[in-house]
């Protein structure tokens, strides 16, 4: 499976936007790109999924450029409760029978 | 809706003791999954059921661990003379269909400390 590379932490303030980019250089052609939000003593929470251009739901916007090597994370105006670790996994649902492989993800803090 | 439950929460027993990990998925999801979460680190793929067969045991890190699943329900994990490696967050996941777009929804694991 693609390997992915985010930053290891962000931090952001109460109400701005935050975009979190993730690299995934060697990601295949049936790979789709999915984001999981964790906080702490929880399980990971389904964000969003994409396989190309943009998709939005009521939490976040995911944005994928033509080549797939990266992609975004939008969170807009950001509250304290989106202090939380942000996971982006790459895989082809079909090959691995759904297995995810989670690296150590991006620790985002909101301030006050 | 009730989502994953997982139990115990929290569980402390000594080196050598085996342990038994409880999964209950969402109710009509087929796909079951078991991961390890070390502290600070991501979470490790240990083994994937569709219905009360395993396809995919290869995370599973040695003869120690079993699992299975009865009923395409509920799922244990057996760990056998825990070692304090063994010290991590088992976290269970299901999802209704692996090869579509839906998701996995995961637990809140279970935390187990060898002493």
């Known amino acids: 499976l693609a390997k992915t590379t985010q930053p290891i932490s962000m931090d952001s303030y109460e109400g701005q936007e935050v975009n979190i980019t993730c690299s995934h250089n060697n990601i295949a052609t049936n790979d789709y790109i999915t984001w999981y939000q964790q906080f702490p003593s929880q399980g990971p929470r389904f964000i969003i999924q994409g396989y190309k251009t943009k998709v939005t739901n009521e939490v976040a916007s995911l944005f994928i450029p033509a080549d797939r090597k990266s992609s975004t994370l939008s969170l807009p105006r950001v509250s304290l409760s989106d202090t939380a670790v942000y996971y982006c996994l790459v895989g082809d649902r079909g090959s691995t029978l759904g297995r995810l492989y989670f690296g150590r993800g991006t620790q985002l803090t909101v301030w006050p | 809706g009730a989502g994953v439950s997982q139990s115990p929460s929290n569980k402390v027993t000594e080196k050598g003791k085996d342990v038994e990990l409880r999964c209950d998925p969402i109710s009509g999801h087929t796909a079951l999954y078991w991961y390890r979460q070390s502290l600070g680190q991501g979470l490790e793929f240990l083994i994937y059921?569709?219905?009360?067969?395993?396809?995919?045991k290869s995370g599973l890190p040695s003869d120690r661990f079993s699992a299975e699943r009865t009923g395409g329900s509920v799922s244990t994990l057996t760990i056998q003379r825990t070692q304090q490696e063994d010290s991590a967050v088992y976290l269970c996941?299901?999802?209704?269909?692996?090869?579509?777009?839906?998701?996995?929804?995961f637990g809140d694991g279970t935390r187990l400390s060898i002493l």
């Open positions: 996941a299901s999802s209704s269909d692996p090869h579509s777009n839906q998701p996995q929804h």
């Open positions: 059921f569709q219905g009360n067969s395993a396809p995919d």
